[in-house]
């Protein structure tokens, strides 16, 4: 039995990710360290919290001597760290949470990692040599693309945001291990991800939850801000194929090819809401679009470009939009129970 530790498995990703390697492998456990902000639930877990190859941890990843517990209790010989404050808007309000988690918390984790795995710089103890630490980043490390272009594993970092200048100092951090110390690590990093259990502040449920309860749908600046949507449990399937057969050192971007515009997803998801749930007066969901005033330094647009690890470790985004955005809403609709 292998022992992974997954930070941040409560949140929407890390919970996605907990249960699909609980449901494809026998002879892994997973440990789930999570701190439970509010942006953590562990509904999220539910149907894998009874399994006896499942541990939940709750916690901060920036207290060392809780981490140094758990790789100690577990004998942990992986890690997947999702744990990170994950919302642009709130590190515009309140950055010092984001600097103190996403980057302080992933080098406490590194350090932890590196003494428990390894003797002296680019020697493992024994049978700690197929370890890995891997990181899960963002692609908005990458800064902002013109209406042409894609991000590749080479794009110069170009953080915009509180939120994504965290996110890339922890991958400096990651980096620095590896050329440092030898740590076994791999990053990745992702375009928005959608589907079940995303917190209810994010983009698409916001969308359709403010339509189900027939209230405006705040729509940033003119709309037409585009990111790149990868269906999460997509997403859970690259990482694991990174983990498993990944380069160390390298990193991965990961992208389902799916650019769409802001105001594109909420017509989509309102047509699909006119035909699931349609209005009484017959009128269409998107009567309730309502443009608001734009995000301070909001991005124009990310698009990934994935060919390193579709034509290096033979991944596919298997899903396409219309039928993850189909689940994703019907999922919501069960959550709000409207
Ligand atoms: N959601 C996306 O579209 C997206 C896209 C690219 C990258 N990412 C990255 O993927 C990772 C997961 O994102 P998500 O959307 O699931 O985030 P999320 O906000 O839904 O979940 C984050 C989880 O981390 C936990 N957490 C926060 N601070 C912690 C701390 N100090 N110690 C322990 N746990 C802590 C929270 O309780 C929560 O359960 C993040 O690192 C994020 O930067 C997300």
């Known amino acids: 039995m292998k022992n992974i530790l997954i930070t941040g498995g409560a949140g929407f990703i890390g919970s996605n990710f907990a249960h699909y390697i609980l449901n494809k492998y026998n002879n892994i456990s997973i440990i789930v360290l999570d701190k439970l902000t509010y942006a953590g639930n562990e509904e999220n877990l539910s149907g894998i919290k009874e399994n006896n190859r499942f541990h939940f ?20 010989k992986g890690i997947f760290h999702f744990a990170a404050e994950s919302h642009v808007d709130n590190s515009i309000d309140e950055p010092e949470i984001f600097v103190r988690t996403n980057v302080l918390g992933t080098f406490h984790l590194l350090e932890t990692a590196k003494s428990y795995w390894m003797k002296e710089p680019f020697k493992y103890n024994e049978k700690y040599e197929d370890t890995c630490f891997l990181h899960v980043s963002t692609d908005e490390v990458y800064g902002s693309l013109g209406s042409e272009g894609y991000f590749t594993e080479e794009t110069p970092y170009a953080p915009n945001s509180p939120y994504s200048a965290t996110k890339a100092g922890s991958d400096m951090l990651v980096r620095s291990f590896y050329h440092t110390y030898g740590l076994n690590t791999i990053i990745t990093n992702c375009s928005n991800n959608y589907g079940p259990n995303q917190h209810d502040e994010k983009l698409i449920p916001t969308i359709i939850r403010k339509a189900l309860l027939k ?35 390298e990193v991965y971007n990961i992208g389902a090819n799916c650019e769409k515009t802001n105001i594109e997803i909420a017509f989509k998801i309102c047509e699909i809401l006119d035909e699931l749930k349609p209005l009484d007066n017959k009128e269409s969901y998107k009567e309730y679009i309502s443009f608001v005033k734009d995000r301070p330094g909001h991005d124009k647009r990310y698009a990934i470009d994935a060919s390193k690890v579709i034509n290096e470790l033979k991944w596919q985004a298997g899903t396409k939009f219309e039928k993850g955005i189909f689940s994703t809403i019907k999922w919501f609709m069960k959550k709000y129970r409207i």
């Open 57 to 76: 941890v709750k916690g901060d990843i920036c207290n060392v001597s809780l981490l140094k517990d758990i790789f100690l209790e577990y004998n942990i």
């Open 215 to 249: 209230e405006n749908i705040p729509i940033y600046g003119d709309g037409k801000n585009i990111r790149d949507w990868l269906y999460v449990e997509d997403h859970c399937k690259a990482l694991d194929i990174v983990f498993q057969n990944g380069r160390k050192g």
